[in-house]
């Protein structure tokens, strides 16, 4: 069941919970990258995507033991970071430019690849980013992640129609902003 | 509105070999996005640090481990809540998530925090100069840590309006894209102007 | 001119005199130096503020911004302030005006705001600063409000109880409410609707407070204060 290598998420819960505190380090390690990329999409912005991250995994930590299943802590840390960044979603709005807007995350490919690709990423973004809350969570949970319905439907306690109904609209919305640009 | 049989191909209940030549270049098209979407950011190796430092400050003691082994969901006959403890540890964690090495600065009544921040893809370096520096180019630094493009600063700055260009490469003045608000500079081109607040205590 | 040019240095506070100079000096091309500096004793001893002047000047050497187009600028400079207070004293005459109000609303009538809706702005708020209400309705008006609708609803927030830059946040919000999909009428009767509530603005992350630094040479704090004075 380790996708991964290396101790299962059970195994390693038990670990903590049996007072090793430095294995949290492996589920930090562990699932880290996926958490900040979702916040960063979520955010759209670096530094409040690690703000959420960081909170959400000690929070995680803290509340691990209510951890019911562990061999869905992926799902479990996905829904505790999904709502560290609704606070902050509640706390500022996307549209202000001015100051804690978003510049888009790149890649590190180069020359000038880098630069369509950082221009469609740009593209991508500020779609995203006008897209309402609920509809970009369901969007790169599904998309981004690669959750399935089910998961997606653990991580935000929404049925599964609903998230496909809000993916559908997303993946419209995007569609629409990436044939504006021709 | 989309062809539902694009969203049964990306929802995986339809074969891509079903759709037609035009539909299926925008399955292609939103999986490309995704695809870029996707691309992680490089890890944060401070946040693994950040975390665990928050963590060790209040390792669990031993009745503490006791109870939360108790409260584990392996034990399925025993559904302990360590209410009083995780609130202890609560308070903690609040306090510890900065660590103690990286205080940050003491911002005075009417000090605010400006961020700075332009994608220049293959810049070498970026500054920002404005009328809160006496406009000197070279001495506040945008630093692109992971080679993203992305360009970042933040800059304590007394509350109030300034007029600022950023310096890329030491040699080209551009305005913000992102600043939003913009006026003539009285030599041919636009300052950006960014309002500065007192931070909220 | 020249006795006038007198007159005024003789009004002027020497530390003012000396200062302005002293920081231009070395930062602007030689020949810029002296006719800069003779404008700013000018503009000194006729009340204006001089640090945005300084500031253009400074910019302009910045930016290797050849001597006469620098003397140039800032003599623009002079003047823009000169009409944004001349505007302010027509429309209430008996109102202290701070520099910081000043630079705001010259900066405003450059962004292209008319100056007949600063007056209207003005009278409609007798006793309070105009600068954050004049650079809120640029703001929307560069998002494709009208004009007197802009000014409308920024005077209701003012009238409402919405002070200092929390003006800039009425105007923020009316163009998100676009942006989310509502037509600009909608939109400003949505925003109007809800006064005095206004969304607060973004907060700064954490981890980017931690980072923030002082710039070295940061303005003297005498200049930091008077921007500030008025604005919040």
């Known amino acids: 069941m380790t996708e991964h290598g290396g101790p299962s998420d059970a195994e390693v819960v038990a670990r903590v919970l049996g007072g090793d505190v430095e294995a949290f380090g492996i589920i930090i390690r562990r699932y880290e990258p996926g958490l900040s990329r979702f916040a960063a999409r979520m955010l759209g912005d670096r530094d409040a995507a690690a703000d959420a991250v960081a909170e959400g995994l000690v929070r995680a930590y803290r509340h691990l033991a209510g951890c019911r299943e562990p061999e869905r802590l992926r799902t479990w840390l996905y829904r505790i970071v999904a709502n560290r960044c609704k606070s902050h979603l509640a706390r500022r709005s996307l549209a202000d430019v001015a100051l804690d807007d978003a510049p888009p995350i790149a890649d590190g490919a180069d020359t000038e690849a880098r630069y369509e690709r950082t221009e469609q990423l740009a593209l991508l973004e500020g779609a995203l980013a006008r897209l309402p809350d609920e509809k970009r969570e369901a969007f790169v949970l599904k998309h981004v992640e690669g959750l399935s319905y089910e998961e997606m439907s653990a991580v935000t306690g929404e049925r599964i129609p609903t998230l496909k109904m809000r993916v559908h609209r997303a993946r419209e919305a995007l569609l629409a902003a990436l044939k504006e640009r021709v | 509105m989309m062809d539902p049989r694009v969203q049964q191909v990306l929802d995986g209940e339809l074969p891509v070999t079903a759709l037609p030549p035009e539909l299926a270049d925008e399955v292609a098209r939103l999986e490309g996005a995704a695809a870029l979407l996707a691309v992680a950011p490089a890890a944060d190796a401070r946040l693994e640090a950040r975390v665990m430092a928050a963590i060790r400050r209040r390792a669990p003691g031993p009745v503490l481990r006791v109870l939360q082994w108790l409260s584990a969901p392996r034990s399925v006959t025993l559904r302990f809540r360590p209410v009083w403890s995780l609130a202890v540890v609560a308070v903690f964690a609040a306090v510890a998530l900065f660590p103690a090495d990286e205080p940050g600065p003491v911002l005075a009544a009417d000090e605010g925090v400006a961020q700075f921040v332009a994608r220049f893809p293959g810049a070498r370096s970026v500054d920002v100069a404005g009328s809160f520096n006496d406009w000197r180019a070279g001495e506040v630094h945008l630093r692109d840590d992971d080679h993203d493009g992305v360009w970042r600063a933040a800059v304590v700055l007394p509350a109030g309006e300034h007029e600022y260009m950023f310096i890329v490469d030491g040699e080209r003045w551009v305005a913000d894209p992102l600043a939003g608000r913009y006026v003539a500079d009285g030599f041919g081109r636009e300052n950006s102007l960014i309002f500065v607040r007192p931070l909220a205590p | ?232």
């Open chain 3, 1 to 232: 001119m020249k006795s006038a040019l007198v007159l005024a240095l003789v009004g002027l506070p020497l530390a003012a005199q000396q200062g302005a100079r002293g920081r231009i000096e070395g930062r602007v091309p030689a020949p810029a130096v002296a006719p800069v500096d003779s404008i700013i004793r000018v503009a000194a001893a006729a009340g204006l503020p001089t640090e945005p002047l300084v500031q253009k000047a400074l910019e302009g050497g910045a930016k290797k911004v050849d001597a006469a187009r620098i003397v140039a600028a800032v003599a623009d400079q002079a003047g823009e302030l000169a009409a944004a207070r001349a505007l302010l004293r027509r429309t209430a005459p008996e109102q202290p005006i701070s520099p910081a109000e000043l630079i705001a609303v010259t900066n405003a009538l450059v962004r292209g705001l008319a100056p007949e809706r600063v007056e209207q702005i003005a009278t409609a708020l007798p006793g309070e600063p105009t600068g954050p209400a004049v650079h809120a309705v640029a703001d929307m008006v560069g998002h494709g409000f009208d004009e007197d609708s802009s000014v409308a609803l920024i005077v209701a927030a003012a009238r409402s109880g919405v002070r200092g830059l929390r003006l800039l946040d009425v105007a923020t919000a009316a163009v998100q409410e676009v942006q989310r999909g509502l037509t600009r009428d909608s939109a400003l009767a949505k925003v109007n609707g809800e006064l005095p509530n206004v969304p607060l603005p973004p907060q700064p992350p954490r981890a980017t407070v931690a980072r923030a630094r002082r710039p070295a040479h940061a303005l003297p704090p005498v200049v930091a204060r008077g921007r500030d004075d008025r604005s919040q």
